[in-house]
């Protein structure tokens, strides 16, 4: 069993800055990627950026040059730095990490989800 814990979310204004974080523990024998997803009213739950354990990194379009994720794979804990925030960045966004835990016989893989941090930028 995994746990993702997030925190960070806010009311922000429009051009303001937020810094989300979430840390991940349990029988975790490796994260293989590490990152952020968000879900606005009535739509879908879509990436925001996501990190490798090697360091590569997927960014949306929409928050490329804005948004940095960042991870310390020692600590198994994700940050995301978002800058320049517009109302559309409002959402609640979601820590995922696809991970491999120990079980009594071996090793399974598999999606843990964060219980979501609400992010609103006003205008």
């Known amino acids: 069993q995994v746990q993702l814990v997030e925190s960070g979310g806010g009311l922000v204004q429009a051009g303001g800055s937020l810094r989300l974080s979430c840390a991940a523990s349990?029988?975790?024998?490796?994260?293989?990627?590490m990152g952020w997803y968000r879900q606005a009213p009535e739509k879908q739950r879509d990436l925001v950026a996501i990190?490798?354990?090697?360091?590569?990194?997927n960014y949306a379009d929409s928050v490329k040059g804005r948004f940095t994720i960042s991870r310390d794979n020692a600590k198994n804990t994700v940050w995301l730095q978002m800058n320049s925030l517009k109302p559309d960045d409002t959402a609640v966004y979601y820590c995922?990490?696809?991970?491999?835990?120990?079980?009594?016989?071996?090793?399974?893989?598999?999606?843990?989800w964060g219980q979501g941090t609400q992010v609103t930028v006003s205008s």
């Open positions: 995922n990490a696809n991970v491999d835990v120990k079980v009594r016989v071996g090793r399974v893989n598999y999606d843990a």
């Open positions: 990190m490798t354990s090697g360091g590569s990194t």
């Open positions: 349990g029988s975790i024998l490796n994260i293989n990627v």
